[in-house]
């Protein structure tokens, strides 16, 4: 019974370097989504999904983007890393008639 | 453009006391209206939701929220705290109009003290 799955749990990235964040779900979930999570302030939405092919910006997309394949796989990208990246990424998907989103664990990013 | 706004970011309270955290979002619209509780080190897990029908909602472990339309609120309730309810507590809002984004309050930590 995975959900939501992230990978990695922890990353260390330098100054300009690249990475993607992978989420992948098993629930056959239409919705999926980006959220960081910086503390006192909630959790902003970078990046949404409502079908495979289909993605839009959400709160916070500068400097991220996102594919949307295939159902199960949504990652998140960043190209040319800032401090300012520096947070905890969740990716979450939803069920469509439920309305009740699934969280990932968690990624904790640290740009230096 | 949807909002929500937790009125308190940190409750300290005593074990057995009773909680309540408040929500208010902004929206003129019907609304789907969702709590989300985190644990240290961990993703945020549904605690309880409002789709349509009673304003009353209560989930499993003793909570329960009110949907006020006329407030534009839904805020949290219990009557008695464990120590185990120390958690970081969201509330999320999402218009049926907005693509089905879900939009998230700023969070409020609940810590019960012995």
């Known amino acids: 019974n995975a959900g939501v799955t992230q990978t990695p749990k922890f990353r260390i990235l330098k100054i300009g370097q690249s990475m993607t964040l992978q989420c992948t779900q098993d629930?056959?979930?239409?919705?999926m989504y980006w959220y960081r999570q910086d503390p006192g302030m909630g959790l902003k939405l970078i990046y949404y999904?409502?079908?495979?092919?289909?993605?839009d910006k959400g709160e916070v997309p500068n400097g991220y983007n996102v594919s949307r394949s295939t159902t199960e796989d949504f990652p998140l990208r960043l190209e040319l890393a800032a401090p300012s990246q520096t947070s905890v990424y969740f990716c979450?998907?939803?069920?469509?008639?439920?309305?009740?989103?699934?969280f990932g664990q968690g990624t904790r990013l640290t740009v230096v | 453009a949807q909002s929500v706004t937790q009125l308190d970011s940190q409750v300290p309270v005593f074990e057995e006391a009773p909680v309540e955290l408040r929500c208010n979002y902004s929206s003129s619209v019907s609304v789907y209206l969702f709590w989300y509780v985190q644990y240290p080190n961990q993703g945020l897990q549904l605690l309880l939701k409002y789709l349509s029908g009673s304003t009353l909602v209560e989930s499993i472990n003793g909570f329960e929220a009110e949907f006020n339309k006329s407030q534009t609120s839904f805020h949290l309730r219990k009557p008695s705290v464990h120590i185990s309810d120390t958690a970081e507590y969201f509330c999320?809002?999402?218009?049926?109009?907005?693509?089905?984004?879900?939009?998230f309050g700023g969070g409020t930590r609940v810590l019960v003290k012995p």
């Open positions: 999904s409502v079908g495979a092919g289909i993605t």
């Open positions: 629930m056959n979930h239409n919705y």
């Open positions: 999320a809002v999402s218009l049926e109009a907005a693509g089905n984004k879900l939009t």
């Open positions: 979450a998907s939803r069920n469509g008639q439920s309305r009740e989103a699934f």
